[in-house]
């Protein structure tokens, strides 16, 4: 598959890309690894006339720690830096953990972590090539008004799935944005950056960019993701799990990816756990609760059965494995 035609600009400053955004709205797309754009757009699925790149702007791919502000990560940091970085291992091991996960060596030398958070939404039917979905009505993303993971049916809604692995073990620690544009600068949740949107996985507008993630500080007796995939790293998860813990504090944290349009968190159920000590019955009712509120359908690897069954498998095992139930 060969690439469309486009223009292509690689600013040396923040302003200069927003100002590029603003002028160029739709028609534009930031590339930061490329490993998903090029992707996208060798499918037809993404048709930029303008692509911006990000790698001539240094302050983007910083990388620091302290005590008191946390982890701060430019988004042009790649998988492979966050993987290896000392004071990522030191103070976030689950992120370097999780970033060696996502995809082969090439994936993780090119990827960027601000590439992760902003990993498009996925689907069996969508991500083709344009010859392929031809046969096909066109769905919910590409314009259409059904979705094909959903047999004989004309949904309203989208099934594709957000299956970004450090952008859900962000959004479990936490994680702040910042999010720059032609009206400055501001600072949001991760959590509230993922819109869930039938099209737009994320509320970044049109001529923003993000130019900082922000970990805060914290004390973890357990962080960990896990990831059943079909060939280990190098495929998107089937479903993917985080649960950040501090027992000491009663404070549970369970983000599950690949079920959703953005990651899955449920405070409700969260906030139960904290209540007492935590017993068997306790886990065991919760991940039954989880898995009954996740609606997995055929638009990824793995039936949604098997996928349904391993959120509940995976929250019990991650449990165990922090000590709190046996």
């Known amino acids: 598959m060969n690439l469309p035609k486009f223009d292509y600009q690689a600013p040396e400053s923040i302003s200069k890309v927003c100002s590029l955004l603003a002028q160029a709205g739709e028609r534009a797309a930031i590339m930061a690894g490329g490993t998903d ?10 048709v930029p006339e303008l692509v911006i790149g990000l790698k001539q702007i240094p302050e983007l791919q910083n990388l620091t720690y302290s005590e008191t502000q946390g982890l701060k990560i430019g988004p042009m940091v790649s998988l492979q830096k966050l993987a290896n970085a000392a004071v990522v291992k030191d103070n976030f ?15 993780q ?8 958070l902003c990993l498009n939404t996925r689907c069996w039917y969508y991500n083709q090539s344009a010859d392929w979905r031809r046969s096909l009505i066109p769905c919910h993303k590409l314009g ?3 979705c094909h993971a959903i047999k004989g049916s004309r949904s309203r809604k989208c099934y594709a799935v957000y299956s ?10 936490g994680a702040e944005i910042v999010l720059s544009g032609s009206q400055g600068e501001k600072v949001v949740p991760l959590e509230a950056f993922f ?30 993701y896990y990831k059943p995939s079909l060939r280990g790293a190098i495929d998107f998860p089937k479903v993917g799990l985080a649960l950040v813990a501090s027992p000491e504090n009663k404070d549970y944290r369970v983000v599950i990816s690949a079920v959703d349009r953005k990651p899955a968190r449920f405070k409700d159920l969260e906030a139960m756990l ?7 019955k306790q886990v065991a009712d919760f991940a039954a609760e989880v898995t009954s509120r996740i609606r997995t359908v055929a638009n990824v690897s793995g039936s949604p059965a098997y996928r349904r069954q391993m959120v509940n498998i995976l929250i019990k095992k991650a449990f165990t494995e922090m000590g709190v139930v046996s």
Do not use: C, W, Y
């Open 37 to 46: 754009l090029i992707v996208q757009m060798m499918q037809r699925t993404s």
């Open 93 to 107: 091991p689950i992120l370097a953990e999780t970033a060696s996960m996502v995809g082969a060596v090439q994936h």
């Open 274 to 280: 904290s209540q007492n000590e935590i017993s068997a």
């Open 164 to 173: 970004a692995d450090v952008g859900s073990v962000l959004f479990a620690l």
């Open 195 to 224: 819109g869930g949107d039938l099209i737009k996985p994320t509320n970044l507008g049109k001529d923003e960019l993000i130019t900082e993630i922000i970990v805060p500080p914290q004390k973890l007796s357990f962080a960990r």
């Open 109 to 116: 030398f090119m990827g960027t972590v601000g590439g992760n």
């Open 144 to 146: 259409g008004d059904t």
